[in-house]
């Protein structure tokens, strides 16, 4: 019993670490070939060509793929004008929508 509660302890204690490293990064990494987002127990990749859409506010980002998925990010602070105006410009350059 005590092994089973040991265990337990450590997995845990390994998702505490995985959640505190996501908060203490909170990104949205966006490139020419992709974006980057956080996720459990590591970071995950998006194509560029499997991203449908992106809607970017200044307190939040959605991102729609062609694989039917959405993510949908709350940022603890908001974006800058430059930033909400480079990932339009990601989307007019990329994805071909015009904002």
Known sequence: MGGLHLGLSII???LFYCEKHIVDGEYVAIHHTGITIPALPETRFIYGPNISSIDAH???????????KTYHFN???????EELDQ????CRHYLGVRN
């Open 12 to 14: 845990y204690i390994y």
């Open 87 to 90: 990932i339009h410009e990601f």
């Open 58 to 68: 200044y307190d939040s980002i959605i991102i729609e793929t062609s694989l039917d």
């Open 75 to 81: 940022l603890q602070q908001n974006l800058q004008f």
